[in-house]
């Protein structure tokens, strides 16, 4: 099974345009991946790496579509004004702060959720079991020290193969999440899939437990955080497994009227 969305085969394309931007955001805000023993790094099993974030009020960078750089500043995550935690936006132009914590639950077989999402991800599921279907929850919670170990790892490799630090981070977010731009660092995302084809690919669009989870999600607060027709606005491929919890309400409003959380929440940047 694959655990790792940013590595589906066929999503690259449209994923690097937000991928480089949030690794841009990263890069100027002074991120920097560095190896701590100060040696050359090694191929093969990583050495430790460290990795700072971006002070706060930072003015961040963001790469256009089009590559060409606009300075602009850019409020990370944990400063939009919010009430509730389950709107917060999380995507490649609005990173998680490195010091957010999600109040985690556990909800089945390891898989942990935001305690805001927990309880109505497991009514979910019971109900679409008990419709008789087969859902499987293949990623929910993910630690970001998991996320920055991995980023900060291929970084290093691509230094050591030339590449300054920079490209080596440009290169390294076309295929693995930036750290901080992804849901599943709040807690507040699971990826489900049909427990008979545990693939993370469109044609999980086909199957019956995929096409209960689309119809009913907003009856527990989740949303289809990455439809098809919006990915120019979220910036991630069509994404027919990974379930986003919102509240009832929004989550209502977004699968009835069809937008997605960045149009309900009115937050899109123009010039992407
Ligand atoms: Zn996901």
Redesign the pocket.
């Known amino acids: 099974m694959i655990d790792h969305?940013q590595k589906v085969p066929g999503r690259k394309e449209l994923l690097t345009a937000g991928a480089v931007a949030a690794a841009a955001l990263l890069a100027a805000a002074g991120v920097r991946f560095m190896n701590t023993t100060g040696s050359k790094p090694a191929e093969g099993p990583a050495e430790t790496a460290s990795y700072t974030t971006p002070s706060e009020g930072a003015a961040y960078v963001k790469i256009c579509r089009d590559g060409a750089y606009a300075a602009q500043v850019m409020l990370p995550a944990g400063d939009q004004t919010f009430t509730q935690k389950e709107l917060i936006l999380v995507n490649p132009w609005h990173l998680l702060p490195e010091n957010y914590e999600a109040e985690l639950e556990n909800v089945e077989y390891g898989h942990r959720m935001d305690v805001c999402a927990a309880e109505h991800l497991r009514d979910m599921l019971a109900d679409c079991r008990g419709a008789g279907y087969a859902p499987l929850v293949c990623?929910s919670y993910r630690e970001r020290s998991k996320q920055e170990s991995l980023f900060a790892n291929d970084v290093r490799r691509f230094m050591y193969r030339g590449y300054t630090e920079e490209e080596a981070i440009e290169e390294t977010a076309r295929n693995v999440a930036v750290p901080g731009s992804s849901?599943?660092e709040a807690g507040l995302?699971a990826?489900i899939v049909y427990a008979g084809r545990q693939v993370l690919d469109e044609s999980q669009e086909l199957n019956e437990t995929q096409q209960w989870l689309i119809e009913h999600c907003w009856e527990y607060g989740f949303i289809l955080r990455y439809p098809r027709d919006k990915q120019e606005i979220t910036g991630i491929t069509y994404?027919p497994?990974?379930y986003r919890y919102v509240g009832m309400e929004a989550a209502e409003e977004i699968m009835s009227r069809g937008i997605c959380l960045e149009e309900y929440l009115g937050v899109i940047d123009a010039d992407r």
């Open positions: 969305e990623s849901e599943h995302a990826d994404e497994w990974h």
